[in-house]
């Protein structure tokens, strides 16, 4: 359901009316769309994140879980590929009908995915839970009523991960191109890189969560998104395009750091029974605050700064401030038997 709602939702977008035809309709229609899309990848992160991390073997759940995360640089490159492709063509034909085609073939991956989905059955975990005590009735309120720490604890570990990755890979094509008049394809391909070495990235940091604990993996990659939010900018503003694009692969990949870990350490916090409502609600929630709000905040503190981008650095700290305190907080959870 979930899948079909995501897919359905991209694909409309696609034949939405433009706003000299339908006039405010059609913006109203694109913010619904939005929304849609919205509700779901709220179910389809925890579901998918799930059936990697309850599939997998105890000593290899950060790895798992980490190759549902490495789906977002994957969607990163071929965004940013098909984008680039489409964008290439004359301003006429782009506005007319070339931003369509990216969302249209939105209808393609729908397709792929729902092909896999069917053919997963649930995982052992799970079932033996439900054979054993039927599921809450409303899992939402068994997760505030017994878990509201663990909810907060992983809202506060978003922040840095989900702001980090929107400044790093979104809002920084808009500062790049329009504040330091940089080609458009210069960002794009800097972005294009560090989503390929991210690819590998993320499983890795997985990987070595299984073996240090999620915990200390996660607090480097908030520390070390924290050491380099100055440098970040340091070098953008060089226009040097092998430090541009040095400056975002390094971003991403310390993104990756707490990215990689979190699919596991997120479902760790919770029971079997309510782990796909407690995990969700931790990511989701934290989402449009953290990663959400991101540009906006960073594009008005580029304007109080006067263009200066000192500010925006100083944000990603305090967001970083608070992934430390909410993952130092948090219990290790590696080597726990999600079994119970």
């Not at 098909?82 to 009908?97: G, K, N, R």
């Not at 409303?138 to 978003?158: D, I």
């Not at 905040?297 to 967001?319: E, F, K």
Request: proline share 5%.
């Amino acid at each position: 359901t979930t899948l079909t709602i995501m897919g359905v939702a991209t694909f409309l977008i696609g034949v939405l009316p433009t706003y000299e035809t339908a006039g405010i309709v059609a913006p109203i229609l694109l913010v619904t769309l939005r929304c849609v899309q919205g509700l779901g990848v709220g179910g389809e992160w925890g579901g998918a994140v799930l059936m990697a991390v309850e599939h997998g073997h105890r000593s290899r759940r950060g790895l798992h879980g980490s190759w549902v995360q490495a789906g977002v640089p994957v969607g990163l490159l071929m965004a940013t590929a098909v984008f680039a492709i489409f964008s290439s063509l004359p301003e006429e034909q782009f506005l007319a009908w070339g931003w369509r085609v990216p969302f249209l073939l939105g209808i393609v991956l729908l397709g792929v995915g729902m092909f896999i989905r069917v053919r997963i059955m649930e995982s052992p975990i799970f079932a033996n839970a439900k054979s054993k005590q039927p599921a809450p009735y409303l899992p939402v309120m068994e997760v505030l009523r017994k878990h509201p720490g663990n909810v907060l604890l992983a809202m506060g570990a978003r922040f840095a991960e989900n702001a980090s990755f929107y400044i790093f890979s979104i809002w920084v094509i808009s500062y790049a191109t329009e504040t330091l008049q940089l080609p458009k394809n210069t960002v794009l391909t800097g972005i294009w890189i560090g989503a390929a070495v991210q690819f590998f990235a993320i499983p890795s940091f997985g990987l070595l969560s299984d073996r240090l604990g999620r915990r200390p993996v996660y607090l480097g990659g908030a520390l070390f998104t924290m050491l380099f939010a100055f440098p970040f900018f340091w070098l953008v503003n060089t226009e040097v395009n092998y430090l541009v694009w040095f400056a975002i692969i390094l971003g991403l990949v310390g993104h990756s750091a707490m990215y990689g870990p979190q699919a596991a350490f997120f479902s760790e916090l919770f029971g079997t029974n309510v782990r796909y409502t407690g995990a969700s609600l931790g990511y989701q929630v934290a989402s449009p605050l953290a990663g959400g709000l991101a540009p906006l905040i960073a594009t008005q503190l580029l304007i109080v700064g006067d263009g200066n981008p000192s500010l925006v650095a100083i944000y990603l700290i305090v967001t970083g401030i608070m992934t430390l305190v909410a993952v130092y907080l948090a219990s290790e959870t590696y080597q726990s038997d999600i079994h119970d």
